[in-house]
């Protein structure tokens, strides 16, 4: 379910943020799902508990999954995660737009560039 790439220059807990979010995304993972434990997923995935527990302290902070003491980690109910995600997203679109539009880039690219990621012609 879960792949890292321990050769990527992105730490694993933000590929393991980033992987978890495209899950809520897909709807493979929906809201108030339970989140595999610290230990039980690190063992899986073959980390350090630590870096678990980054990535779900990051997808907290996000509001993204929520926490119940003692009982574990939970998916965010209704679109509250699924939403945020697309903000920050938009955020970071946003901002890359930006550096693109300081750089140099033209409308033209920027619309390219989106037709070759959305597969339009």
């Known amino acids: ?8 220059r992105q730490p ?3 590929q393991l943020v980033l992987k ?4 809520i995304l897909l709807g493979a993972l929906k809201a108030e799902d339970q989140l595999p434990s610290v230990r039980a997923l690190a063992r899986d995935l073959g980390v350090n508990p630590n870096t678990i527990q980054k990535a779900y302290q990051e997808l907290e902070r996000r509001k993204i999954i929520y926490s119940v003491a003692g ?12 939403e945020m995600i697309r ?22 690219d920027v ?8 597969g339009e012609e």
Do not use: H, T
Not at 20 to 23: C, G, H, R
Not at 71 to 82: D, L, M, Q, R, V
Not at 111 to 118: F, Q
């Open 1 to 8: 379910m879960i792949q890292l790439d321990f050769q990527s």
């Open 111 to 118: 619309d390219r560039l989106a037709g070759e990621i959305y």
């Open 71 to 82: 009982k574990g980690s939970f998916i965010s109910p209704g679109e509250c995660a699924g």
């Open 87 to 108: 903000s920050r997203s938009c955020q970071a679109l946003r901002e890359a737009m930006e550096d693109g539009k300081r750089a140099g880039l033209v409308r033209a």
């Open 12 to 14: 694993i807990y933000e």
């Open 20 to 23: 978890l979010s495209e899950l």
